[in-house]
């Protein structure tokens, strides 16, 4: 299964029936490089919020869920009629509707919404989503299956962020492949736990979705469809200035994902880097545009590079510092406190650390009172809200100076800086501000490394 690609597209791009076509024109169009085997689809734009907040309605018995389910079904059954001829009802779109429907009632009856039904209600989206874009395929004779992704993607149960199974997953998505060679239009963010109950993979999961399963068949490339031009030296939306970097290493996409930069979710990156699957990252309305790709070549894109290439920030996020005297003293103080956090399933993003004290982030703050309460039997503890990481990212970040000219500018517009950590092998510098600067600290940098 090697000349094969698997193509993603994301809720914008799905979000109309405009922007379905230009789905439609992307996936018809001859391949050079290698076949389409797979697209993956996220629910239309917006649908996901949609779907949480009629659960969340329901559960408080607020009625308005009832519109809110009026207004769903309408927008979808329109878009699919105006994708196709057919004027009628589609019955697999009504079937998908009464199953939500129960499902919502049911949560409006117990008054209560676990987060195992919740991913149930979620899946709606993107099952409504693939299977329009069968239809809009079949009506254009253009050959393809639907393909719930609950059938390839084994996760456990950790209900709203689940984890990969990559064996089980493996197996399954090539035995699927094997036996259905025709175009797979797959569900993206859902996956199944192997008794079958329904997980998601975590807000703006498709992209990981579409990574799990390219790196399953062993493609040739994954392809992230989307409504901007490949990933940006900054969000677009926050610096108009900003420019797409044509090409990446998977190291650097990877900690720009994982520092906010919401092109790409988190955890895309590692099974395409594990597999050395090229991913890139394209524009649903400006196909002609190049994009960026992300490769595995670190070690020459250091060569190329001398400074900072793209920067992002994270938001909000706490700070949580833990002193003690007994550090100097006592072996294993570290693990100590890295095992509170794992056992909460609290993942840590910046550690820093002095002799005798550490200081950590955390974005999820579910569980943070009680790793509170057990990290002060080992020193004492404060927490400050209301902070920012910012991550800089550039093959060339370790080079003589660039640590310098950074804090010297910030300093300049005095903005506070703390928990300054750089990356190994110089792929990256992240540190910490107040919330409040944190968009600020991107544009000065922005303009001191790139536009300058
Ligand atoms: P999709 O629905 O296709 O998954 P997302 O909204 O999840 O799209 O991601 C695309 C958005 O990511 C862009 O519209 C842009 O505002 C935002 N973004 C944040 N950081 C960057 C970046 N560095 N480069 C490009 N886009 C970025
Ligand atoms: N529809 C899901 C979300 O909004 C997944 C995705 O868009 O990638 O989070
Ligand atoms: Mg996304």
Known sequence: MKRIKVLKFGGTSMGSVDAIKHVIAIVRKPQKDARIAAVVVSAMNGVTNQLIEIAKCAAKKDIRYKKLLKEFKQRHRETVQSLTSKKDVFPWMEELFVHLENAVLGVSRLRE??????????????????????????????????????????????????????????KATRAHFKKHPKLQVITGFIAATAERKTTTLGRGGSDYSAAIIGAALGAKSIEIWTDVSGIFTADPRLVPKAKVVSELAFEEAGELAYFGA????????????????????????RPEDGGTTIVAN?????????????LTFKRPVMAIHIASPEFFDVNGFM???????????????VVTTSVASVSLTVEDERNVRKIVTELAQLGEVSVERGKAIICAVGGGINAAGVAGRMFTVLGRHNIPVEMISQE????????????????????VLHKEYIEG
């Open 262 to 285: 919401k092109v790409l979710h988190p955890k895309t990156i590692l099974p395409a880097m594990r597999k050395k699957i090229p991913v890139k990252v394209l524009n649903t309305f």
């Open 424 to 443: 190994a092998a110089g792929v990256s510098i992240t540190f910490v501000v107040a919330a409040r600067d944190a968009w600020k600290t991107l544009k």
């Open 335 to 349: 693990a100590k406190i890295l095992e509170i956090f794992d056992h909460y399933r609290t993942s840590i993003d």
């Open 113 to 170: 919404l676990s987060p195992g039904t919740l991913d149930y209600i979620m899946s709606f989206g993107e099952r409504l989503s693939a299977h329009m874009l069968v239809e809009a395929l079949h009506e254009r004779k253009v050959p393809c299956e639907y393909l719930n992704a609950r059938s390839l993607i084994v996760t456990d149960e950790h209900f709203g962020s689940a984890a990969v199974d990559f064996e089980a997953t493996e």
């Open 298 to 310: 670190f070690a020459q894109r250091r060569l190329k590079s001398h400074s900072v290439e793209a």
